[in-house]
């Protein structure tokens, strides 16, 4: 059973840092785009950063310049750096992976998705 595991999120000061991770484990796959997204109370989800297969990356405007996107491969784990952290980047944190894999003997590409972290920051 695949699953994606979310960690490294908590309580922290304005202007501090975070580093997330995301690991997929239980089977045989490759992973290709991974993203992380976000979602406040009452706010609708966002994407904040992905990482393709090939490691190009995309941010949000929000984050641009203040996080940072990026995969280890051996161990099938994306990271989020989160520097300069503000109460606006308060949210839970979940992953999204699409995943090359065979599935009930089919093969193909599968999206998965983390449990999500929590994120406080305060002012």
């Known amino acids: 059973q695949v699953q994606l595991v979310e960690s490294g999120g908590g309580l922290v000061q304005a202007g501090g840092s975070l580093r997330l991770s995301c690991a997929a484990s239980?089977?045989?796959?490759?992973?290709?785009?991974v993203g992380w997204y976000r979602q406040a109370p009452g706010k609708q989800r966002e994407l904040v950063a992905d990482?393709?297969?090939?490691?190009?990356?995309n941010y949000a405007d929000s984050v641009k310049g203040r996080f940072t996107i990026s995969r280890d491969n051996a161990k099938n784990t994306v990271y989020l750096q989160m520097n300069s952290l503000k109460p606006e980047d308060t949210a839970v944190y979940y992953c999204?992976?699409?995943?090359?894999?065979?599935?009930?003997?089919?093969?193909?590409?599968?999206?998965?998705w983390g449990q999500g972290t929590q994120v406080t920051v305060s002012s």
């Open positions: 990482i393709s297969g090939p490691g190009s990356t």
């Open positions: 999204n992976a699409v995943l090359s894999m065979q599935r009930a003997g089919i093969t193909g590409q599968y999206s998965y």
């Open positions: 239980g089977g045989t796959f490759s992973i290709n785009a």
